[in-house]
């Protein structure tokens, strides 16, 4: 059987010792974790943008994998720490919803159990101090019954909903990529079944007229609307900036004329 | 027998869940893959840089690694998904060009068998649907004839060549790194065997008079040309950046008088 | 027993090839090596980021871990590279003082034996020709004695100490971290016993007067001084910057009044 996979997302950036030192307690813990960075990068303290991710990540994972999410604003105080099961992933986290995107979970624990952090706890670190060694020791088989008591009651992420009304769509962007794709809320079946050819979709003030399968379906520079690899409508300019090119970035409102 | 190197190089950053899905797929078709980051901070669509990249790094890894290559601006069209073997290494990549500056293959099959992708492809992400699932496949063992034919025709990068005419040896800035050192596609041994001491390299209209074996064989500050670690001319200023000193950058003309 | 790590420690970026290539080189030496990024992100040539960055990751580690470091401005001159153990971590280094606020090494080496470095050695990349076919000797099992003589003679980095007299306890800024919080010099246990409440700490010119024990304890926005997860005195604002806040940064002095 494979080595057991512990997978890290954190806000942390990568300069500071603070992910580094994760990796180190849980290898101390299970040496023969199989540690995988998921990213770094999420932007200091975006909830929302870690719930984007975790949903659009954790399910490609095998089952069983073990992925520790440190997003947490909310540090010290007293907010839970979690044990998750969903997607037959098993997902550690504080209690701020950054989770929540995912499929509704078979199993929810709160962290109590002193047993399995570090001796000491500082007030500012939990995800060294508490997250990585209970990483570490699920990935040794610890059964979560271990951890503490089951529990329902958990902090849920409420995001604006999509909506569809007398045949008019509305949403909003949700997630700008790297090559600035504005990926939105709107779920691809609701586009009119009108294949490539010509649409019209509204992003903030800026119309898109063109409607497309992949970017290589329209001309260099073309801004056009097509179904994202998320499954939703996304909005690009082929080999170019959509985000620049339509003054357009996260919450920007998206209409289906 | 080490678990089977699956290597990542793409031009997605690491905010998004792009690369972390890829993972999962990797690791969802066999879970005792061991990924490797080598970049994920290709500027995007950058075929040239993907290129140099992957010259001055595939190379220094043992035989039969599978590295996956995703800087595709062309998803979604006509442009062939490739499986290709130089360098006793094993690349997946789109058709174009991006692996060329690698010595020539000894096999170049096309991706065709929609049997090693995922069920469901979508228009805009091949690396995840296509890609990530072939690497795990091939990784557990799959005889790489299952993808595909063999094929001769490929796109190849064509890039301006170093010249020598009359002792005029002229070249162009080819990648800077992040010290801001100029690496020039200017084979070292074309340099004047002057070794170390005065020598005329122009960068753009800047002057370079100073010739070292190392950037400690210069005073601070001094900007000085050198052998890289590529085995080509770079310059470099000893401790501070030649990109931002000699206003040079990617294409600038580089001249030894 | 678990495959051997090996972490890496750099200044590169992730851009470029130089990480990967040293990536190959360990994998070449020993293909069953398990390559774990600590991080590229160190300022160019910053010794002392390095030197904050080892001494708060490295004790995290399990025993017997090598650390590759390579932050090396002075690569090619007469500097060393060393060989070291300390806290139960085996460190390989250019000798710069980058590993010296660890704890005292219990043995240092200087690597001199070319047998264990590749056939060419550039003049400017020691981490990819030395470093990293040594890290992958050891990972297989290399008797450090093969490297090179003991030594007792390395550079020790010199830094600010911080100063407590007549009660007047004085420091700096050490580091600043991704969410702008500034870690300090001073440690915790210096500071009053006063637990949460009124404080006076001034950063530079800017008077702290919240004390708290975790960033929860105060309102969003509000500036306080706290004993940071590095066993430090930390400033840093409730959700917010503390660098720009205080317009603070590496070096600012600081006063507990």
Redesign the interface.
Known sequence: M??P?V?L?T???????????????I??VN??A????????????DIR?AA???A???????PG?IHVVVVD???????ALLYIESSRQRIIAPDNGCWTLLPEPSLVRRIENPRYGRPHI????HG??ILAPVAGWLSRGLDPANLGTVTNDWVRLRLPEPSRTDGHVSGEVV?V???GNLITNIPGDWLPELGVGATCVMVGSEAVTHRV?????AELGTAAA????F?TL?IGVV?GNAAERLKAGLGTPVKIC
Chains 1, 2, 3 share one sequence.
């Open positions: 494979p080595d996979v997978t997302t806000d942390f950036g990568d300069d500071g010792p603070y992910v580094a030192a994760m990796k180190g307690v290898l101390s040496p023969a199989r540690i995988i960075d998921l990213t770094h990068e999420i932007p200091p303290h943008h984007f991710f975790l659009n990540a954790l399910p490609y994972f095998p994998c604003p909310g540090v010290g105080s007293s907010r500082s007030a500012t670190f060294r101090d997630f990529d790297r090559f399968r992949t970017y290589a379906d097509l179904v994202s690899s499954g996304e080999q």
